[in-house]
């Protein structure tokens, strides 16, 4: 088996507020193997964006790596300094925002920041970086690339600027895309545009892809593999198949019951009761205990280890436990496992 493009080693991640420390990324071990996508799922501020980022190293000077440890293409860069990832930043790994307009220079020809991007990470003239600019148009599907080579981004529709972005992002043949949020902001029929558009890019060129997302739905289309994430941690993680149609832990069954496709006409949306812990001071046990309506007496006292369902598929929850009782999924959930 070859080595994972991406691993992650028990990472956590802090940030230093006025009123103390903050865990945002707690413990953390996933990797990322070649051409897979895989889905980072979770609410907002599970953690999702602050494990990427800490990845290419983007995140605020208030925050550090406790522990862990972060490998790229078999190399440890958790001590990499801003000058070593320079290098690796759209040359190695790349990533696409939720907002391109935060990522397109208003000002500047769609044309000119890929060419530019190209000329940065590879050894090329600005001949040569401008035909593979207009081929890095193509690949995304904008049409007429000739002609809008030399458009600013206000000429783009939202979906389209999304394409130039990924355009920019994929013009250095990076090893792993991190996309994160990359289709929150636009409509239903655009969205399903982007995942296509992934998923034959990743088919095409063999990238690999972290895929962020709060949306259950795109991530059923997209990912080969999902990481769900709660209150900086990763609960169960396994084979799509495995986590949409078999899930282990009560905060997933309560995600997936929420999803509109299992709630008949006129009935009310399911929903998690309560809020997410104050990650400035979490708490001792499983994180999602006091929204559990399945919770044991030892989910408020000891974190539960990850436990091993298949080679693939593994969860953090005590009701995985040998001595715990058996305890069934939502009827909602078992009706979608039989359909």
Partial sequence: MTEPVLQLINL??????PNGEVEAVRDVSLSLNEGEILALVGESGCGKTVMSQSVLKLLPKTSRIKQGRIIVDGEDITNYKEKQMRKLRGGVLSMVFQDPMTTLNPTIPIGKQITESILKHNKVNREQAKKRALEMLNLVGI?????MFSLQPHFFSGGMRQRCVLAIALASNPKVLFA????TALD???????????IDIRDRI???IVFISHDLGAVARIADRVAVMYAGKIVEIGTAEEVY?????????????ALPSLTKAGENLSSIPGMPPVMLSPPPGDAFAVRNEFALA?????MPPMFQISPTHSAATWLLDERAPSIAPPISLEKRAKA
Avoid at 143 to 147: A, F, G, K, L
Avoid at 188 to 198: G, M
């Fill in 245 to 257: 149609y078999d899930p282990r832990h009560p905060y997933v069954w309560g995600l997936m019951s």
């Fill in 143 to 147: 049409e007429n690339s000739e002609q």
């Fill in 188 to 198: 239903v029929t655009v969205q399903a545009k982007i995942i296509d558009l992934l």
């Fill in 180 to 183: 994160d949020e990359a289709t």
């Fill in 206 to 208: 063999g990238i690999s």
């Fill in 12 to 17: 956590s991640v802090s940030f230093d507020t």
């Fill in 298 to 302: 030892i989910d408020y006292e000891e």
